[in-house]
Structures are given as C-alpha cells and as structure tokens.
C-alpha cells in the first residue's frame, strides 16, 4: 500500500492511496490544471484514479472534486449528508457514515467526525491487514476517532493550529472562536493528546497534516510532537500546502 499527498491547508487539500489495482483520491481542493499537475510530480495521470471520496463539503476539500470527476469520469463517493452538498454533480455514490464499504481492493470505513459541515467524515483505508488512516477537519477527540485510528500503519493527522499563535493572531473573534470551537479544528495539544490514546506499535509512517500557514509552523508540530510522542523527529512528516507528500510505503510486516 502507498499514499501521498497533493497538498494540504486551508488553500486545498487532496490524498491518494493505491493499492493493488486501485487507486483513490481523497478530497480535490485544486483547480483541474493544477491538479494535473501536481499528479504529475507524483507520476499519476488522473485516467489512472479509480474514484474521489470525499470528507465533507468545505471548500479546502472539494472546490476541484466535480470538475474534475467529470472530465475524467470518475465516480465520486462521499456520506448522505455531503452528497447532497456536492450540488455539481449528477450522480455520487452516497455511504451510510457508520458502515464500511468495498471500493477496488479497499475496505473504506467512514469515520464521523465533529466538524461545523453536514455529515463530515474522514477515513481508514484497509486492504492485506494494512491500515492507513487520515484525519483532518474534526474539533474535537471522540471515543470513536480513537477505537477507528488505533492499530495504524500509516497516519496522516490534522496539527492545524498553536493555541498561542491563533489567540495572539489578526482573525476576528468570530473565526478564533470558530477554528477553537468543538466542531473546528485539532490544534497541535489535541493532535498529541489524541495520539497518545493510540496503539502506536505498528505504525511506519506518521504525517501532520491540514497545518495553518499562519497560525502555525512546521518547525513548531515537528518539536512538539517528536517531544511528546518521543520519536526521532526526521521519521516525522508534514504535509506541505505547496509541495504536498512524496508517496510513502506501507509494508506487510
Ligand atoms: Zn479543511
Ligand atoms: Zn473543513
């Protein structure tokens, strides 16, 4: 199994995870050109993607997902409530958020998340006893969210703010209230205190993601993670809004 990114932040996100013969993409918040593009560098050509699942209906995640299904007439997956949001298209496959389901060689399981969308998600992506699971877009840790990401092998988690930075920024009240709240986003505390409630042992790849370009820094998630979760902070990775992630390996053991 591998997966990579194209880009992560609040000017776009977008994953793919391949496996066998298959192929998806999660999430396209890209224009078509500069998907394309970004394709490229990773040696993908979009007739390749077998399918585009999304989390939920935030611009970030979904502003390149219809065009771009369309022109290359791929099926789009995302939950009831997304679906219904994702008024470009005119045909998505709608999931029930709390079941699994085949796509290709994959076992996707829908993660419900607390996030200010209709019916947000995010995903573990099974196939040969490898698990790779992301979470981005959630405001809070739930019981669920920890029983659906422990026993990774691979984990692409959301460091989207440092409290101080965001509390002493220029965003209205109104948004620092919003991206704090409940149903907002991980700042890099919750990220570490989530993953401190995971079994870790099998996990080869750890990456942070969805990281804010102004109330945060790679240099900032890489220290306070690698101190908390005492690991060697070079195995780390962190998704960038520009250069996105390089594919990655998940090995059998
Ligand atoms: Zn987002
Ligand atoms: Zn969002």
New binding site residues.
């Given amino acids: 199994m591998k997966f990579a990114s194209l880009g992560s932040g609040s000017k776009g996100n977008s994953t793919l995870v391949q496996h066998g013969d298959t192929l998806l993409m999660v999430d396209n918040g890209f224009s078509i050109k500069e998907t394309d593009k970004r394709l490229q560098r990773l040696g993908v050509v979009a007739t390749d993607i077998d399918a585009i699942l999304v989390t939920?209906e935030?611009s970030?995640?979904v502003c390149g997902v219809a065009r771009f299904a369309k022109r290359y007439d791929i099926p789009v997956w995302a939950s009831h409530g997304t679906s219904k949001m994702i008024k470009k298209l005119d045909s998505i496959n709608s999931f029930n958020s709390h079941q699994s389901f085949n796509v290709g060689d994959f076992i996707v399981e829908p993660i419900p998340v607390p996030?200010d969308?209709r019916e947000?998600t995010q995903f573990a992506f099974k196939s040969n006893e490898l698990k790779f699971a992301l979470m981005t877009?959630t405001g809070s840790v739930t019981q669920h969210m920890v029983d659906a990401l422990t026993d990774c092998d691979a984990l692409l988690l959301e460091c989207n703010y440092d409290r101080d930075m965001l509390l002493n920024s220029v965003y209205p009240e109104s948004l620092k209230r919003r991206v704090m709240g409940d149903w907002g986003h991980l700042d890099n505390q919750q990220a570490i205190g989530l993953l401190q409630r995971l079994n870790t042992d099998n996990l080869q790849h750890l990456v942070l993601a969805h990281v804010s370009e102004k109330n945060n820094s790679h240099d900032l998630v890489l220290d306070s993670v690698s101190a908390a979760i005492q690991c060697d902070r070079a195995w780390l990775q962190v998704i960038d809004q520009e250069q996105g992630l390089d594919w990655c390996s998940v090995k059998q053991n």
């Fill in positions: 939920h935030h970030d995640h996030h969308a947000p877009d």
